[in-house]
């Protein structure tokens, strides 16, 4: 595990951009695995600038969203579906039958994302208490996509885009941890407001409650860490 540390938002996302377009040149047919949340948005804007600006071709792209909350329709404006239609999908040539997102039935989601060859490359973002996807501090790291209780910090955190605490989903559907680690690739961006997650990380002790920590087990991640806003 690489971790590099950059000065700005800015820097990580163009970094991380970069690396993600160098997959797409090298293997047009790419599968990536992505991430919603704060910290990949900067990341996407850069996609957009070199598909538009570059040519940056997705038309033989393959995506998987890390997750998705339960109870919240599609078109719901908090979807992660809504999310990264508006962040990303629909400003690139990517086919909409190339789309996934996990929902109630993990092992078609599981046996998709085997049957198309396994993720390339996977984005990541990491929460405060050290979650990544939504799989959150436990007793035991687990494997593949699965419903999970969202943790109270991970509600208060998401509140903000919500109309009140109560309208917050508390349960999501997520890849595991076994699912992520299977990625060929892995990117995490990581913006300034989590250099605590990055300092704990840098402590080498991998815990299932600090499910990011799984990840010095991998043997091609790269850790972008902004230094500041």
Same mark, same amino acid.
């Given at each position: ?49 070199? #598909? ?89 790291? #687990?494997?593949?996509? #699965? ?41 995490? %961006? ?21 499910? %990011? ?17």
């Amino acid at each position: 595990m690489q971790i590099v540390t950059v000065k700005s938002y800015d820097e990580m996302s163009n970094l991380a951009s970069k690396m993600i377009a160098e997959q797409i040149k090298s293997k047009p047919d790419s599968v990536l695995g992505l991430a919603t949340g704060s910290s990949p948005v900067g990341t996407y804007e850069k996609l957009i600038k070199r #598909h538009k600006r570059d040519g940056l071709d997705f038309s033989c792209v393959t995506t998987f969203n890390l997750d998705e909350y339960c109870d919240l329709s599609r078109k719901h404006p908090q979807s992660y579906y809504t999310f990264m239609m508006e962040n990303l999908f629909s400003h690139i040539n990517i086919p909409s039958k190339n789309i996934n997102f996990p929902d109630d039935n993990f092992e078609k989601y599981e046996k998709k994302i085997k049957n198309s060859g396994g993720i390339d490359l996977q984005l990541l973002g990491v929460g405060h208490n050290g979650h990544i996807g939504f799989n959150e501090p436990d007793d035991v790291f #687990h494997n593949k996509t #699965h419903k999970i209780q969202l943790a109270e910090s991970t509600i208060r955190a998401n509140a903000r885009f919500f109309n009140s605490m109560d309208d917050v989903p508390k349960t999501a559907i997520t890849m595991g941890i076994g699912t992520i680690m299977a990625a060929k690739k892995i990117i995490l %961006v990581a913006g300034a407001d989590k250099a605590s997650v990055i300092n704990e990380l840098k402590k080498e002790t991998v815990s299932p409650q600090f499910p %990011v920590s799984i990840l010095h087990y991998h043997p091609n991640c790269t850790i972008i860490h902004a230094s500041s806003s």
